[in-house]
Nanobody, 126 residues
């Protein structure tokens, strides 16, 4: 059984940083696409970032335009964990952040992840 457990959310001032973690079990994170979505109150869930499965040339990273240059997704194969480093946080980054995994990047980015975590709340105060 695959489980994804997020952690690292919290309250931070605008301009601050947080690092989210997604610990995977039951599936090797390096063998699948992994990514992050977020959902703010009253809004639809939206794609944030993804990392492709590890290949010969490494992994490909993708970001939503709204977070490019501020967020970085990474993976620790030994810990089977995916991270989302969030810098220069803005009030509009406030949301529940969800980790997900899928067979392919297109499936993941379209919200068709096979498994989802329970979410972790990120609140940015202005």
């Amino acid at each position: 059984q695959v489980q994804l457990v997020e952690s690292g959310g919290g309250l931070v001032q605008a301009g601050g940083s947080l690092r989210l973690s997604c610990a995977a079990s039951g599936r090797a994170a390096s063998d699948y696409a992994m990514g992050w979505f977020r959902q703010a109150p009253g809004k639809e869930r939206e794609f944030v970032a993804s990392i492709s499965k590890t290949g010969w040339g490494g992994s490909s990273l993708y970001y939503a335009d709204s977070v490019k240059g501020r967020f970085t997704i990474s993976r620790d194969r030994a810990k089977n964990t995916v991270y989302l480093q969030m810098n220069s946080l803005l009030s509009e980054d406030t949301a529940v952040y969800y980790c997900t995994t899928a067979e392919t990047i297109p499936a993941l980015r379209n919200g068709r992840g096979d498994y989802w975590g329970q979410g972790t709340q990120v609140t940015v105060s202005s």
